[in-house]
């Protein structure tokens, strides 16, 4: 099968490219490898890709047209995961135009270039941002989601929709997954994660937003690209579903986390426990766009694909520190 990853040199997108192309199938993966974090960091993963066969890289911006019109009349995609964004909620209150071009524009070209080209299935990122500041728990995929509080998490739900018209204009078969907190080896640097383990162990201090009164649901890597790999294989409608359903737009969603919330001062404790070092604290205000807590609901995931997020935060945590000081400090 002949797969189209986009956001290829990105976290998420790495791990997922390079799953499937140790599953024996051929990927094409594009990043326009932008600045918005370490440029060498992502080159190191695309190292790590190119070292199968059946991957083909190309740096291509998905906010360019023409450049994307090309590409799905050059290869024939059977499916497309498209994991390309620009990512982090702070960074859109400075530079909102950047989301723009690449979550609502860049998001256009993928559609277009999926119904183009036939593709089977379009299995694309959204976040668990678009909950806002949902106070029910846990999140599920039914709740209201028209109050988001970022404009990052304006423009993942603007995809959700985007991608629902295709369906039942098109009857292009798309599911949108809700990723929540992500972390693990290879994780990006602006996220809590990596922030904290790398001054943690440069021994400078940390921000602890709303005074450490905040909670996320921290989902591993591997866990995700499992849900992703999975559902991928399940493009709707499904055959088991009442006819009404399966006359409905071919569009679904899905939440992929632990479905474990944990206090940010506990994850903060287990990144000492596995560094061994204390961490200096600063507590800090709540920061605009933020919520106080973020939970999943993931069982339509386990519902359809049989799998459910289970990599404990300790284990999880455990391997990103191995990794980072291989990668940063050895």
């Known amino acids: 099968m002949k797969l189209l990853v986009t956001g290829a040199a990105g976290f998420i997108g790495f791990h997922t490219a390079r799953r499937l192309c140790q599953a024996g199938h051929e990927v094409v993966g594009i990043d326009n490898l932008n600045d918005y974090y370490s440029v060498d960091l992502k080159l190191a993963r695309l190292e790590q890709l190119r070292a ?25 995609f059977d499916r497309v995961i498209h994991l390309a964004a620009q990512a982090g909620v702070r960074y859109s209150l400075d530079n909102p135009h950047v989301y723009a071009d ?42 209201p989601v028209d109050n988001p509080i970022s404009l990052y998490a304006a423009t993942k739900r603007a995809n959700e929709l985007m991608a629902r018209t295709y369906a039942h204009l098109y009857r292009l078969p798309t599911t949108g997954l809700r990723f929540f907190t992500v972390y693990g080896p290879w994780g990006r640097p602006d996220m809590a994660p990596f922030k ?75 990144i ?17 766009g933020d919520v106080p807590q973020t939970w999943a609901d993931v ?11 289970a990599t404990t935060l300790q284990e999880g945590v455990g391997h990103f520190v191995d990794w980072y000081r291989s990668f940063y400090v050895a």
């Open 52 to 76: 199968f066969s059946t991957f083909t890289f190309i740096t291509l911006d998905i906010a360019d047209r023409d450049a994307m019109q090309t590409l799905f009349q050059q290869h024939r």
């Open 102 to 143: 690449s979550n609502l524009s860049g998001f256009v070209n993928v559609l277009e270039g999926c119904r183009q080209g036939r593709v089977q299935h379009l299995v694309y990122a959204s976040s668990s941002s678009v909950y806002g500041a949902n106070s029910k728990v846990p999140f599920a995929v039914e709740d």
């Open 196 to 270: 904290f383990t790398k001054a943690i162990l440069e021994g400078s201090p940390i921000d602890i937003y709303n005074n450490g009164e905040m909670s996320r649901d921290f989902t591993y890597i591997d866990d995700v690209v499992e849900g992703i790999v999975r559902i991928q294989d399940c493009p709707p409608p499904y055959a088991d579903e009442p006819e009404q359903a399966r006359l409905d737009a071919p569009a679904r969603l899905f939440n992929i986390g632990l479905g474990a919330p944990v206090r940010l001062l506990d994850f903060v404790e287990c």
């Open 272 to 288: 000492e426990s596995a560094t061994a070092t204390c961490a200096i604290k600063q507590m800090k205000p709540m920061q605009p």
């Open 299 to 309: 069982s339509a995931l386990a519902q359809r694909t049989g799998f459910r997020p």
